[in-house]
């Protein structure tokens, strides 16, 4: 590792072949992290003698208090069956909570959300975008525990990877917030509106099911990318196509012993009997629609005494939701779902500029929900390990339409990035895509510095230590 203390945010050991980054901030993702994080995967992407780039995390094991907390939000059919005394490390759980709860308190006092948090909620969305657009293989392998923007950052990459100790949770809705990182584009690729139910529910996903319902790709042992540092410098000796191809080896057969993958309704996992349930029930137009045919469904006396208890814990869910957040969600789902129809990908699991819209559509929504005094209790709650019920606010479908939809004047772009690193060689710097002829430079240096500003992972640092020292 690239530093000696272990104790950077994110940590780097670069073999010839392979780039490996690993994420070692389990509380979450905070600007320097961001910034920390696009940097070093951007100067693996132009790196020629990169085949491919991995990512994972440092945590192996979660503190007692963090898995106490974890565990309180989950109910008793989601929780494993065979409990190990040590609980799995986190992966990524999104932005950071406790930034979250900081843009909105300022927010709230100065009308207006801080630089230092736009620029975290702007980076974090084309963070998303990079790991969805890689111009590599990127081996992410979800070690851990995930959430929101977390879990997205593992499924939109080209060959995410799951084992058993893997599990995903949408909880943004909890906190007041819409998910962020292209979670809603990442929940709008998957069958039989899960993508609804999992945001609306938080309910956790773990292992093979992952893998089963498409949320992450592969089915990959832990050992896997210990294993292709070891071989990465044989990658080289191939073509970059022919070393994608490679990768395919450590994609593993799924195990069948879970409810989803066997004939056995009472094997561990999710049930198969969930899905029909799922389809029939968050396939309805607005909040309330779910909730009237879940009380149907909970009424019916051919619902059988397993869906039952399923159906019971998903209304409790619902009731503890803030209501104009879980409908911008669902709204948010459905336009990209709608939108991937009509422009399908080429390649990867979405069409770039759906992507891109969807992003745009999330910090939009995100802005929104981080002035309500709602959000700041709901994201103290998150910060402490208690829970926040939310009132019974009536929500108006204008109300949704509008805090969701970006007006024309809401920019987000990304600019292109060159796959050609900046040359030092004048001969090589002619070749570069962005060379001009008239000033001999392959790069607009204004530009440059203005990018160099804007990644800088201390950029904002004193403004926010200034904001921090205001609230105290």
């Known amino acids: 590792m690239d530093d000696p203390a272990l104790q950077a945010n994110i940590l780097e050991r670069s073999n010839v072949g392979m780039g490996m980054l690993v994420l070692n901030r389990a509380e979450g993702l905070d600007l320097p992290s961001v910034n920390e994080l696009y940097k070093r995967l951007r100067n693996l992407e132009v790196n020629s003698l990169k085949r491919f780039v991995g990512l994972t995390a440092a945590q192996e094991f979660r503190s007692k208090a963090d898995a106490a907390r974890d565990e309180s939000f989950q109910s008793s059919l989601e929780k494993e069956e065979k409990q190990s005394p040590f609980a799995t490390g986190r992966f990524c759980i999104g932005l950071d909570p406790k930034e979250l709860l900081l843009a909105a308190v300022y927010a709230q006092k100065h009308g207006d959300l801080a630089p230092f948090s736009k620029a975290l909620l702007w980076n974090s969305q084309e963070l998303a975008y990079l790991a969805a657009d890689y111009r590599k293989p990127l081996v992410c392998h979800l070690s851990g525990a995930a959430w929101d923007g977390g879990a997205a950052l593992a499924g939109l990459s080209s060959f995410s990877g799951a084992h058993h100790t893997s599990e995903i949770s949408v909880r943004s809705c909890f906190q007041g917030l819409v998910p962020m990182g292209g979670m809603t584009a990442l929940l709008a690729s998957l069958k039989w509106h899960l993508g609804e139910f999992l945001a609306l529910t938080g309910w956790t996903l773990r292992g093979s099911d992952l ?142 500029s759906v992507l891109l819209e969807a992003l745009r559509a999330e910090l939009w929504a995100e802005t929104q929900l981080l002035t309500r005094q709602e959000t700041i209790w ?95």
């Open 211 to 352: 893998v089963a319902l498409g949320l992450i790709r592969h089915w990959m042992s832990p050992d896997a990318l210990p294993f292709l540092e070891l071989t990465a410098e044989k990658q080289l000796e191939v073509s970059e196509s022919d070393a994608a191809l490679l990768l395919t080896e450590h994609s593993l057969p799924l195990p069948e012993d879970t409810s989803l993958l066997s004939d056995d309704p009472y094997a561990p996992g999710f049930k198969r009997s969930y899905i029909p349930l799922i389809a029939e029930i968050f396939s309805k137009e607005s909040l309330p629609k779910i909730v009237e045919a879940l009380d149907h469904r909970i009424n019916n006396p051919e619902t059988s005494h397993m869906d039952g208890e399923f159906l019971e814990v998903c209304k409790d869910r619902l009731s503890q939701v803030d209501k104009r957040a879980a409908w911008m969600t669902q709204t948010l789902i459905r336009r990209v779902r709608v939108s991937a129809s009509e422009q399908p990908a080429t390649s990867g699991r979405l069409n770039s």
């Open 378 to 472: 709901g994201l103290h709650a998150a910060c402490t390990g208690t829970t926040y019920r939310f009132g019974d606010e009536e929500v108006l479908v204008g109300e949704v339409d509008e805090a969701s939809t970006p007006p024309k004047d809401f920019v987000f772009s990304i600019p292109e990035r060159p796959e050609m690193p900046l040359s030092q060689h004048p001969r090589l710097r002619r070749y570069h895509p962005d060379y001009d002829s008239a000033t001999g430079l392959d790069h607009d240096p204004l530009w440059m510095q203005q990018e160099v500003r804007r990644w800088d992972p201390q950029v904002f640092d004193l403004e926010r230590r200034h904001a921090v020292e205001a609230r105290g």
